[in-house]
């Protein structure tokens, strides 16, 4: 029966975390290597070695406070971060038994302190007398705003949702990480000192000159909100959302989705791949995702890979929307879908995907999912004046991360592309580094 | 190739060197007949003495000092030693009497000592005049306890040579035929002279223990050392896998000043490299305690198996060739050749460039490890002194060795 709305109950975590005999013999796998390579391979540049060296000789709290120095996160990223191909892909280890599960040795962490009696808090410094405004309540925004309060300064941040998180809470399936995992460690940072203001688009609400007035510095970290769509034929119309959306309403526990019987999705990336597991998930097997080209060039984690790959996803490669038609009622009955070659270009290693003519084919459809990426919200770039890059970023000077506006900072993936949650936490971290050196400069 | 595990020590054959030493801690032959079962060389019985009333061990009385046993564990490897409190209370002569047939009568084959202690002329002649009419293949007195009943008198017997002395005597005569061991503590000094005295009053072989008084850990939640009697606690006896490389230096001191006395060792050896290497030193018999209650009766199994696969693989045909075969590469120090010359040296197939050769070799102060931004670690012959951390620290097997090198 097509287009009956689901009543969606949420998903439950399935990541599970170590028991401490467990963790205590993978700690006692790592070899403490000199100058240890997996530090350098995770972009938070989190003491790893360090941080397993105190767990052996179970001084988790000790083992915690090092990995807060550079990941405040830690329950968060060692659930959704890919250290499978990034830390533990670097690990000395990895030739004799495997590498040194690290991320599970972080969530052993991460879940130690959140079942503490008495959870660690960074000791806060002597005030150097600054305030931060901070727009956007993501990765990088709560990860900027540690590294700020840590330097002495007081934060505000502007958060235009209703909670603070960002991709943290709007983007990730349920069944990796519990919602009660992310607040854990979102509250975290508030309980810092850090003024939230939610609901509010920082723009509209308070002017630049008056922000000027009472901070000392801005920082957008506003991400890349706004979803694209494809502007082909036929997408004006009937049951057509975008990825994040449907990530997002998942999220929300008993929300009743329409979703049709036959969907496509559209895009190769995590999201689409996080999608359409969920889908599966729900028992919704009519999903097809359509890439334009082949596996080894979609942008994905391995794992999430693998885990649609076990869920059944089935993937058209080199297959790119063509139209999208409705019936009268605007009810979408099929699209059609045109078959791609891959060429490589001569001056660079980027294979580009050129559609075959006559290679057309119709599929049947009833929703059609865009998971292409998003792009910047232009709102706030425009009222700022902002300068922006050739690929629709906020431009930054790369030293100092100013804008053209001297007063206003900007950090991740609103500047720069970022392919994982850790290098969204890195770059806030350095960000604010930043922001402190030049408030102390003037 | 067949090999003969049995050997001959002091005129009694034993199936094999393996020993257990006093389990359990509370007489049930039934309990010992199945170590016998389980193909153990031989057994020795707790102490038999003529004064029992004052230790009789019963389950009840264990059970209102417990906990007994406490675990020292180092990171993720769970009980590297082991500490007990249990107190060795001597058991009558006719329980022990009683044990030496019944077991005789089972196990022909097998050995059976018998343990005894004594304060007197009167006990050492009686006690062992018993154990060897009830047909006791070897007697082992045990010197390591106090001469006299009262709580203050405290001299241990072995500190004393010349009561040490007497005291031979006496066991040797009531023990008629049956060989003697002496049981001494391995830290005693002047083993020439207790070897000549004893070998003079009659004994046949000395059993060597180690087994040093220590706190296995304390509680870090409530400050209370291990194990917590009831809040309380009191020097353990450790005899873990630890104590091994103790064990082992006692045996080359003991095996250079003896010629005369056959040796047996208790304590130390937890697996068949541990149980070679104590022979390797000078051990004809090993005697097992700690290693018997923390793995099994069965555990003799793998120390057969450990001992006698060795043995095919060096082609050796017994192992009563091992004994003491290493003893002439020990020295003093003064003694130690000085013109050795070796180098550490890598095996780079099996090498993960983990650094931590270099860093040993940065920290001592001798800059001969080479680390490539490649993270290849190259030794400077010209550099390394051979002092061996590096090799020790290798988390890799066999991946570092030392290698002699020509001037
Ligand atoms: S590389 Fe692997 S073995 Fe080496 S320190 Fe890192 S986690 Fe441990
Ligand atoms: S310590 Fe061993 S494994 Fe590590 S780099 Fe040195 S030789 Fe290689
Ligand atoms: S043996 Fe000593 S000097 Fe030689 S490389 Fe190793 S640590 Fe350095």
């Known amino acids: 029966m097509p287009n009956m709305p689901k009543v969606i109950k949420g998903f439950d975590e399935e990541t599970t975390t170590l028991s401490y005999p467990e963790a205590l013999e993978e700690a006692g796998r790592c070899y403490l290597c000199y100058n240890a390579p997996c530090r350098e391979a995770l972009p938070a540049k989190t003491d790893i070695a360090g941080f397993i060296a105190r767990m052996r000789s179970r001084n988790f709290r000790g083992a915690l406070r090092l990995v807060k120095e550079t990941n405040f996160f830690p329950g968060i990223t060692s659930r959704v971060s890919p250290y499978d191909q990034q830390c533990e892909e670097?690990?000395?280890?990895?030739?004799?038994?495997?590498?040194?599960?690290?991320?599970?040795?972080?969530?052993?962490?991460?879940?130690?302190?959140?079942?503490?009696?008495?959870?660690?808090?960074?000791?806060?410094?002597?005030?150097?007398?600054?305030?931060?405004?901070?727009?956007?309540?993501?990765?990088?925004?709560?990860?900027?705003?540690?590294?700020?309060?840590?330097?002495?300064?007081?934060?505000?941040?502007?958060?235009?949702?209703?909670?603070?998180?960002?991709?943290?809470?709007?983007?990730?399936?349920?069944?990796?990480?519990?919602?009660?995992?992310?607040?854990?460690?979102?509250?975290?940072?508030?309980?810092?000192?850090?003024?939230?203001?939610?609901?509010?688009?920082?723009?509209?609400?308070?002017?630049?000159?008056?922000?000027?007035?009472?901070?000392?510095?801005?920082?957008?970290?506003?991400?890349?909100?706004?979803?694209?769509?494809?502007?082909?034929?036929?997408?004006?119309?009937?049951?057509?959302?975008?990825?994040?959306?449907?990530?997002?309403?998942?999220?929300?526990?008993?929300?009743?989705?329409?979703?049709?019987?036959?969907?496509?999705?559209?895009?190769?990336?995590?999201?689409?791949?996080?999608?359409?597991?969920?889908?599966?998930?729900?028992?919704?097997?009519?999903?097809?995702?359509?890439?334009?080209?082949?596996?080894?060039?979609?942008?994905?984690?391995?794992?999430?890979?693998?885990?649609?790959?076990?869920?059944?996803?089935?993937?058209?490669?080199?297959?790119?929307?063509?139209?999208?038609?409705?019936?009268?009622?605007?009810?979408?009955?099929?699209?059609?879908?045109?078959?791609?070659?891959?060429?490589?270009?001569?001056?660079?290693?980027?294979?580009?995907?050129?559609?075959?003519?006559?290679?057309?084919?119709?599929?049947?459809?009833?929703?059609?999912?865009?998971?292409?990426?998003?792009?910047?919200?232009?709102?706030?770039?425009?009222?700022?004046?902002?300068?922006?890059?050739?690929?629709?970023?906020?431009?930054?000077?790369?030293?100092?991360?100013?804008?053209?506006?001297?007063?206003?900072?900007?950090?991740?993936?609103?500047?720069?592309?970022?392919?994982?949650?850790?290098?969204?936490?890195?770059?806030?971290?350095?960000?604010?580094?930043?922001?402190?050196?030049?408030?102390?400069?003037? | 190739m067949e090999v003969n595990l049995g050997l001959n020590f002091c005129g009694v054959n034993f199936p094999n060197p393996f020993v257990v030493s006093k389990v359990p801690p509370v007489g049930d032959v039934e309990i010992i007949a199945a170590q016998l079962e389980a193909g153990w060389g031989g057994v020795i019985l707790r102490n038999a003495s003529l004064n029992t009333a004052a230790g009789k061990q019963t389950i009840t009385a264990l059970r209102g000092k417990a906990p007994l046993y406490r675990g020292v564990d180092y990171e993720e490897k769970r009980i590297i030693d082991l500490g007990w409190i249990e107190p060795q209370a001597p058991i009558s002569v006719e329980e022990a009497e009683s044990s030496i047939r019944t077991l005789k009568e089972r196990f022909p084959d097998s050995v059976v000592i018998a343990g005894m202690v004594g304060t007197s002329r009167e006990e050492w002649l009686k006690v062992s005049r018993r154990l060897s009419q009830a047909g006791a293949d070897m007697i082992e007195c045990d010197f390591s306890i106090s001469n006299g009943n009262s709580a203050d008198v405290k001299t241990v017997i072995a500190h004393d040579l010349k009561l040490m002395e007497k005291a031979s005597r006496y066991v040797r005569e009531g023990a008629r035929s049956t060989p003697v061991i002496l049981k001494v503590p391995g830290t005693l000094p002047e083993r020439e002279m207790i070897v000549e005295t004893l070998k003079e009053a009659g004994a046949n072989a000395l059993n060597l223990f180690y087994e040093p008084k220590g706190v296995p850990g304390i509680n870090l939640t409530n400050f209370i050392p291990f194990p917590n009697v009831g809040g309380k606690s009191t020097l353990s006896i450790m005899g873990g896998a630890a104590i091994k490389p103790y064990v082992l230096g006692i045996l080359a001191e003991w095996g250079i000043a003896n010629k005369r006395l056959g040796l047996s060792v208790l304590g130390g050896a937890y697996n068949w490299r541990d149980c070679v290497e104590l022979i390797l030193m000078g051990a004809s018999i090993l005697q097992f305690h700690g290693a018997v209650l923390q793995r099994g009766v069965r555990f003799v199994d793998e120390l057969k198996s450990g001992v006698s696969d060795y043995l095919s693989e060096k082609m050796i045909s017994s192992v009563e060739k091992l004994v003491g075969k290493s003893l002439p590469y020990f020295v003093t120090e003064e003694n130690l050749p000085r013109s050795s010359l070796v180098a550490a040296a890598i095996d780079e197939e099996i090498c993960t460039h983990c650094g931590i050769c270099y860093q040993i070799c940065e920290g001592l102060g001798y800059h001969a490890i080479n680390f490539s931004d490649q993270r290849k670690p190259m030794i400077d012959k010209k550099k390394c002194v051979g002092d061996g951390l590096c090799v020790a620290a290798c988390p890799v097997f066999n991946c570092m060795s030392l290698r002699r090198v020509s001037r």
Do not use: W
Request: include cysteine; proline fraction near 3%.
């Open chain 1, 90 to 442: 670097a690990c000395l280890r990895k030739i004799y038994g495997g590498p040194v599960r690290i991320a599970e040795l972080e969530r052993v962490l991460a879940e130690y302190d959140r079942n503490s009696k008495n959870p660690y808090l960074p000791e806060i410094p002597e005030s150097i007398d600054k305030t931060v405004a901070i727009v956007g309540s993501g990765p990088t925004g709560l990860s900027a705003a540690v590294e700020l309060v840590l330097n002495g300064c007081k934060v505000i941040m502007y958060e235009s949702a209703r909670i603070a998180g960002g991709v943290f809470t709007k983007g990730i399936p349920s069944y990796l990480i519990s919602d009660e995992v992310i607040e854990y460690e979102v509250n975290g940072v508030l309980e810092l000192g850090v003024d939230l203001v939610t609901g509010i688009n920082a723009g509209e609400s308070i002017n630049l000159v008056s922000m000027k007035r009472s901070f000392d510095a801005l920082l957008l970290a506003i991400g890349m909100g706004v979803p694209r769509k494809l502007p082909v034929q036929g997408s004006e119309k009937g049951d057509i959302f975008t990825g994040l959306e449907i990530l997002e309403s998942l999220k929300l526990k008993e929300k009743r989705l329409r979703l049709g019987e036959n969907i496509v999705i559209v895009g190769g990336g995590n999201v689409s791949l996080d999608v359409t597991a969920a889908l599966l998930k729900l028992g919704i097997d009519t999903v097809t995702l359509l890439y334009r080209r082949d596996r080894e060039h979609m942008p994905v984690f391995k794992s999430r890979y693998r885990l649609a790959e076990e869920m059944g996803v089935k993937i058209k490669f080199r297959t790119v929307l063509k139209e999208i038609i409705s019936n009268d009622q605007r009810t979408i009955t099929e699209v059609v879908c045109q078959k791609n070659e891959l060429k490589e270009k001569d001056d660079s290693q980027q294979v580009v995907a050129e559609p075959i003519e006559g290679s057309e084919f119709t599929l049947p459809a009833d929703t059609v999912i865009f998971s292409i990426g998003q792009e910047l919200d232009r709102d706030l770039v425009e009222m700022f004046d902002l300068e922006t890059t050739e690929e629709g970023r906020i431009k930054v000077d790369p030293e100092t991360n100013q804008t053209n506006d001297s007063f206003i900072f900007a950090a991740g993936s609103c500047v720069e592309r970022i392919d994982t949650l850790v290098d969204a936490i890195a770059r806030g971290q350095d960000t604010a580094r930043k922001i402190v050196r030049k408030l102390l400069e003037e």
